[in-house]
């Protein structure tokens, strides 16, 4: 859970253009992993990730995505990558050609968060979040509007209390 927390704090503080588009980059480790061993695979609404965060009791996070329309998320062990011949460094390149912007890269403990917007003159917005540790790449797709200014608060708040 404190990963998430991160991820979504990080998206709200690097976060501010609006725009989205259709993703290839998930369907591409979609098509690649999709049904091989020890991978994970979850698509949910909008409304189930805010039901999720209500029942968590995490409602300053709920109240901040109540825009989002849907989250994807594919874990796929890194023994699959290296078996295909893949790497998470190739997979950036796959984003980069999907006219994915690199926003912010964080270190936690052993883990790597990487958080992109998907650069569009549509008017949603399409997030794309890497979250690489020593023996699995989690890849999140979020589509919709997130509340920048609910999300940084909560941020404050959060430091305020460490």
């Known amino acids: ?5 991160i991820v979504v ?14 993703s290839n980059s998930f ?11 020890d991978t994970n695979c979850l698509s949910v609404s909008g409304f189930l990730c805010r039901a999720g965060l ?3 009791g995490e409602y300053e996070f709920k109240e901040a995505i109540e825009k989002v329309k849907s989250l994807r998320l594919i874990s ?3 023994s699959n990558l290296a078996e295909q ?16 912007e ?7 403990d052993a883990s790597r968060i ?16 890497l979250v690489e540790d020593k023996n699995t790449l989690t890849a999140i797709e979020i589509k919709g509007e997130i509340d920048i200014n609910k999300l940084r608060k909560v941020a404050f708040e959060t430091n305020k209390m460490l």
């Open 27 to 37: 369907e591409t480790l979609y098509d690649h992993f999709g049904g091989t061993d």
């Open 76 to 78: 796929i062990p890194t």
């Open 9 to 22: 704090i990080a998206v709200a503080v690097f976060t501010g253009v609006p725009s989205v588009g259709q």
């Open 102 to 108: 690199s926003l912010a890269t964080l270190r936690e």
């Open 85 to 100: 011949g893949l790497s998470v460094r190739g997979f950036r390149k796959v984003l980069s050609n999907d006219n994915f």
């Open 114 to 129: 990487e958080v992109y917007l998907q650069k569009n003159n549509n008017v949603k917005n399409l997030y794309f979040v």
């Open 1 to 5: 859970m404190k990963t998430l927390t």
């Open 54 to 56: 209500w029942f968590a």
